[in-house]
């Protein structure tokens, strides 16, 4: 029995950073063997262990063989004579098929090393072309790993593996985890550049991919289409290292442009209700958490009154608020205000700029919060149907006051659209 460290372990070694998680493959070993030595067997495709002590995964050196459609259509061969070559030539990319004996000498039989100096991403075999989810691992592994490139033999099998359907039978979650993943990586911008230059995106988003060739508006930078201008703003939400939520509701805010007719371009009128529904139609198809669906829904439909934030009159400021639900839930009100200064921010020329926007419409909100309507209620329970009106006009003259006293209006920028 010989137990190798193996993939992303050493990968990250390598590369001087990090390592976050251990994966062992063990060769010349049998299900009874490491029960034998006390290991728990765990995994219902393929024989995985815990180890006794330290929990981490241990499995059989393994070798597979594709048998329909998909991610799942696999059958899994274990058996003591299995090779640890065998076993790294199932995997997806040569730097992710390097292994670590316990001597500290790598085994190294595709040629990772050398693309990890060269800084590529290139397939081991063909065989690659059998699990359409090692498209979305590169595209991802883009988003991570700076100057990195896709080896162009590579490029081309993804494509081949696009027009033939395989991206099409990928399952939603397993779609969503893996842009979610992306998306929280130091430049998500590269994994959509990776998934566009091989077509999968047009496949698995065609609501964003359409956005490339759309013009923005002349007032910021014609030169730049949405497309370009959205993918600033997701890599802009990365270096300011918001939440999740906040960076997908970054990366759908603008679906709407990609839906206004060409003849109205690049004015993009009602864009916003126009990216409501097609931020819907996303969420559902991608089965996406309800928490990053609702702020992506409410960014698309009022990022634009949050760059106009600084014309609004005290009413219609509580409106926003109200629609937005963030008197309940002032934390993904607050969250819809960084969406928004991501978009203001992704242009060139405007990543310094000041978004006060963003601070004045937390303040207003706070004033409106802090509105005692218990005490409204109980001056006006003898007459309960006018405490609603009661409340929200107390809420106006809150904000009012706030409107009154703040310096905000003296330093307005170019609203965000």
């Known amino acids: 029995m010989h137990i190798y460290t193996v993939g992303g372990a050493v990968r990250d070694a390598l590369l001087g950073l990090p390592v976050k998680d251990r994966d062992y493959v063990v060769v010349g070993a049998t299900p009874d063997a490491m029960l034998a030595r006390g290991f728990t067997p765990v995994g219902k495709d393929f024989p995985v262990f815990l180890h006794p002590v330290t929990h981490e995964e ?4 393994r070798t597979e063989r594709k048998t329909a459609p998909g991610y799942k259509g696999f059958v899994f061969h274990t058996d003591a004579d299995v090779t640890l070559e065998q076993d790294l030539a199932r995997r997806d990319l040569t730097i992710n098929a390097i292994a670590r004996g316990d001597d500290g000498v790598l085994v190294d ?3 990772g090393r050398r693309d990890l100096d060269h800084k590529v991403f290139r397939h081991v075999s063909d065989a690659f072309a059998e699990d359409p989810v090692r498209i979305l691992r590169v595209a991802r592994f883009a988003a991570r790993f700076a100057g990195f490139a896709v080896a162009l033999e590579t490029n081309a099998l993804m494509q081949r593996m696009v027009a033939a359907g395989e991206v099409d039978a990928l399952v939603p979650e397993r779609v969503w985890q893996e842009l979610a993943r992306g998306l929280m990586e130091q430049q998500p911008s590269r994994m959509f550049a990776v998934l566009r230059d091989c077509g999968a ?9 359409r956005l490339w060739g759309v013009p923005q508006p002349a007032k910021y930078h014609p030169e730049i289409d949405t497309g370009v201008h959205v993918m ?5 939400a990365a270096r300011q290292q918001v939440t999740l939520p906040v960076r997908v509701a970054a990366l759908f805010h603008d679906l709407g442009k990609g839906a206004t007719p060409a003849a109205e371009w690049p004015s993009h009128h009602g864009h916003e209700g126009l990216g409501v529904k097609l931020v819907e139609q996303v969420a559902e198809r991608l089965k996406m958490p309800n928490e990053c669906r609702d702020l992506a829904v409410m960014t698309a439909r009022d990022h634009g009154n949050v760059g106009r934030a600084l014309e609004l009159r005290a009413a219609t400021i509580v409106a926003l608020v109200e629609r937005c639900d963030g008197l309940r839930k002032p934390q993904r009100f607050l969250e819809m205000l960084q969406a928004a200064s991501c978009d203001y921010h992704g242009r060139p020329g405007y990543e310094d700029r000041p978004f006060p926007q963003e601070s004045y419409l937390a303040a207003a909100l ?4 802090a509105v005692n309507a218990g005490e409204i209620a109980l001056r006006l329970q003898a007459d309960p149907v006018h405490i609603p009106v009661a409340v929200r006009n107390a809420r106006i003259a809150a904000v009012e006051q706030f409107l009154r006293a703040s310096t905000h209006k003296s330093g307005r920028t170019d609203p965000a659209s």
């Open 366 to 369: 706070a004033a409106a919060r």
């Open 58 to 61: 241990y499995a059989l050196a």
């Open 201 to 209: 995106l047009a496949r698995l988003l065609p609501e964003l991919d």
């Open 232 to 236: 600033l703003v997701i890599d802009h």
């Open 109 to 111: 039989p595709f040629g």
